[in-house]
């Protein structure tokens, strides 16, 4: 089977304060399939958030390849890379970074909006997404009058809206209590799983890493299969 999103011989270089290069990411290989769920664990510094970035054609690489569904990112022009990351790229982050001045069915609707996608259409497939993460009752809140977990949740329905290949996410728990946090964990899970979406996050959470599919560690500017010890360090 092959892989959904895959990085190869990825590097990352960027210029220092006394204007030397510093080399982040040196030959990152990654080839995650659809439904699988990978966890990416290592140091602080190690270039976990990057690499995410660089998957989610949110940054550009300083030399390898990444494809994404065939599409591979250096022969795509810059308007066509934005459609990919509408389309076919799903984003959760630490920090919900939901729009304050809409209510959470507003912000989810934002993505298929952008995208080009009817009011009516938009507004019916967020209503069925917020649904499935435990929102139907609080669509028309606000950010502000929504707990910390229900905005977590919120962003996730935002980020699976579109029906996205990969999902990114980058330490997805890390602001939410143990409760709220394991109830985020069953819903990332069980989403990935029911719409065969690529999952890879970047966690510290030993609890959170024993349960993906595999687990490897960033060390080094490389990736490797990662030990339980360095899976929580």
């Not at 664990?41 to 390849?65: F, M, Q, R, W, Y």
């Not at 939901?98 to 259409?121: H, K, Q, S, W, Y």
């Not at 997404?129 to 935002?158: I, N, T």
Request: charged share 25%; aromatic share 4%.
């Amino acid at each position: 089977m092959s892989a959904i999103v895959e990085a190869r011989g990825l590097r990352k270089t960027y210029r220092g304060g006394d204007a030397a290069d510093v080399d982040v990411l040196t030959d990152v290989n990654l080839a995650v399939h659809r439904g699988e769920v990978v966890a990416v664990v290592g140091p602080s510094g190690a270039g976990k958030s990057t690499l995410l970035h660089l998957l989610g054609a949110l940054d550009i690489p300083s030399g390898g390849e990444i494809v994404l569904d065939g599409h591979s990112y250096p022969s795509m022009t810059p308007l066509e890379l934005d459609v990919l990351r509408n389309q076919k790229i799903g984003f959760v982050f630490q920090f919900h970074h939901l729009l304050r001045e809409f209510t959470a069915l507003e912000n989810v609707m934002m993505p298929l909006l952008i995208g080009g996608t009817d009011a009516r259409r938009a507004r019916s497939r967020a209503e069925e997404v917020l649904a499935r993460v435990d929102l139907a009752g609080r669509m028309a809140h606000r950010p502000a009058q929504l707990s910390g977990g229900e905005q977590q949740r919120c962003a996730v329905a935002r980020a699976l809206v579109t029906d996205p290949k990969v999902l990114l996410a980058d330490e997805p728990s890390g602001n939410l209590d143990e409760a709220n946090a394991d109830r985020l964990h069953d819903l990332l899970f069980d989403l990935a799983r029911d719409l065969e979406t690529a999952l890879v996050l970047v966690t510290h959470n030993r609890s959170l890493a024993d349960r993906c599919d595999r687990t490897v560690l960033l060390a080094n500017g490389r990736l490797e299969p990662a030990t339980i010890t360095e899976a929580t360090s």
